[in-house]
C-alpha cells in the first residue's frame, strides 16, 4: 500500500493525493494547521500517508457526500465538515449498491476485502485560498459530462454558483478528477454547456450506476 498514492507539490504547502481510485484528495499544509479536502474511497491508508507529511492538527473538509469523496472518513478520528444540505442524500451514495457500483471501475488494491469497505449535490462546497489563487470544486467541474440527478442542484442554480465562482480571483482550479489544475477557461466551458443543454424538455439520460 507504500505505493498506492502520488503526491504531487501544487504550490507551497498545497499537496493533491492522486491514486487509482480517480478521485483526488488534496492536504493543505498552514503554519499551524492542516486541512485535507475529501478522503476518496477509503481503499488505501489515508491518514498514514497524511502523518508521513505533516504532524500538525488536521481538520477535513468534503466537497460534497458521494461515496468516493467520504469513503475514507470513517479512517480518520479528527472532526470533518460537508455541507449540511448533502446529508439526507449520504444514506443513497454511501449505500451498498452505490459503493460497489464504484468499486467495480477501480483498481482495488492487493488482498481487499471488498464487503469490510461499504458502509455534487445541493451541500456541495467549494474552497478558495486567495493567497494561491486556488480553488477547490469536487465534481463541479469536469471535462467530460455534467449530470443534474438525483441529489443534484438544479441546472439554474448550477449556472447561478459558476457565475458567483468565477468573480473571485483564481487561476487555477483543482477538481477532484482531473488529474491536473484545471483553468478558469474550464468553468466557463461548463457554465456555457449548462446554459445550452436543453435539461427541461431533453430526453433523460439513464445513470449508468
Do not use: W
Request: hydrophobic share 35%; charged share 25%; aromatic share 10%.
Amino acid at each position: 500500500m507504500s505505493n498506492y498514492y502520488d503526491v504531487v507539490d501544487i504550490a507551497p504547502g498545497i499537496k493533491r493525493i492522486n491514486s487509482s481510485e480517480n478521485a483526488a484528495c488534496d492536504l493543505i499544509i498552514g503554519t499551524q494547521k492542516a486541512a485535507l479536502i475529501d478522503t476518496g474511497l477509503g481503499l488505501g491508508d489515508l491518514p498514514a500517508l497524511v502523518k508521513s507529511i505533516t504532524s500538525l492538527p488536521l481538520i477535513i473538509f468534503n466537497t460534497h457526500c458521494h461515496c468516493d469523496h467520504i469513503g475514507g472518513n470513517g479512517q480518520f478520528i479528527q472532526s470533518i465538515y460537508m455541507g449540511k444540505e448533502d446529508i439526507p442524500t449520504c444514506s443513497y451514495s454511501n449505500s451498498v449498491y452505490f459503493r460497489k457500483s464504484m468499486m467495480e471501475h477501480r483498481d482495488l488494491p492487493e488482498n481487499f476485502d471488498e464487503e469490510e469497505y461499504l458502509g455534487r449535490g445541493f451541500g456541495s462546497r467549494a474552497y478558495f485560498i486567495p493567497e494561491r489563487k486556488i480553488i477547490y470544486v469536487g465534481d463541479s467541474v469536469l471535462r467530460t459530462v455534467l449530470v443534474f440527478g438525483y441529489g443534484a442542484a438544479s441546472r439554474k442554480t448550477y449556472i447561478h454558483t459558476m457565475d458567483k465562482l468565477l468573480k473571485l480571483p483564481f487561476d487555477r482550479i483543482l477538481a477532484s478528477h482531473s488529474y491536473n489544475p484545471l483553468q478558469r477557461e474550464d468553468m466557463e466551458r461548463c457554465k456555457r454547456v449548462a446554459e445550452l443543454a436543453d435539461y427541461e424538455t431533453g430526453e433523460p439520460f439513464e445513470n449508468p450506476i
